[in-house]
């Protein structure tokens, strides 16, 4: 075998059959972003819901400069008090100009991905309550069992002015069960 050259740390190899052998490390676009600080967390506390009524938990604006990349949705849902059958059906709603209704006026929780990191995502956000509405976009049900916990993968672009919610609805009978969210998400700068 042949080495016809040595890049960094890596080189390139010739076989007895003259195909070119090469090695080589391939990570995700993603990864450089949350290296550079630029990964975040944004999530609610826990929100007790007290009926069986669809309620708004978050909604969100990014008001970066940048597409905002929502690569996963946690959902932790309690156990159902009264509850029939134990089917949540949670709906996220995406577009421009989602409006919450009723919500409890206070922001989500936004963190680095990066411990320590100060910086923060430029957003604007409101974390939902009991009976909360949200209203516009377009929106799409998923069906979980209460007492979950789920890590739903996602991959959406948020240009900026673009919104994402979360509404809940609990399972028939329900009086009390806790919900809290969070969204992973990082800005694409690419190569910048």
């Known amino acids: 075998m042949n080495i016809i050259g040595a890049g960094n740390r890596f080189v390139a190899e010739v076989d007895d059959t003259n195909r070119l052998i090469t090695r080589s490390v391939s990570k995700p676009e993603s990864v450089d972003d949350v290296l550079r600080g630029d990964g975040y967390l944004i999530s609610t506390?826990?929100?007790?819901?007290t009926d069986a009524t669809q309620s708004g938990v978050l909604v969100f604006t990014n008001d970066e400069d940048r597409d905002l990349i929502v690569i996963e949705l946690g959902i932790n849902l309690g156990q159902s008090v009264g509850a029939v059958d134990g089917v949540v059906t949670v709906t996220t709603a995406v577009g421009l100009n989602l409006?919450?209704?009723?919500?409890?006026?206070?922001?989500?929780?936004?963190?680095?991905?990066?411990?320590?990191?100060?910086?923060?995502?430029?957003?604007?956000?409101?974390?939902?309550?009991?009976?909360a509405t949200i209203t516009g976009g377009i929106q799409r049900n998923a069906f979980y069992r209460a007492g979950s916990s789920i890590d739903d993968s996602v991959f959406a672009a948020f240009p900026k002015g673009s919104d994402f919610g979360v509404l809940v609805t609990p399972p028939a009978g329900n009086t009390s069960m806790s919900v809290n969210f969070e969204v992973v998400a990082y800005i694409n700068k690419g190569d910048q």
Do not use: F, R
């Not at 506390?45 to 819901?49: A, G």
């Not at 320590?116 to 956000?125: E, F, M, R, V, W």
């Open 99 to 131: 409006v919450m209704i009723g919500g409890a006026g206070t922001d989500l929780n936004n963190s680095n991905l990066i411990i320590g990191n100060p910086s923060t995502l430029a957003k604007t956000s409101e974390q939902g309550q009991q009976g």
């Open 45 to 49: 506390t826990s929100i007790i819901l």
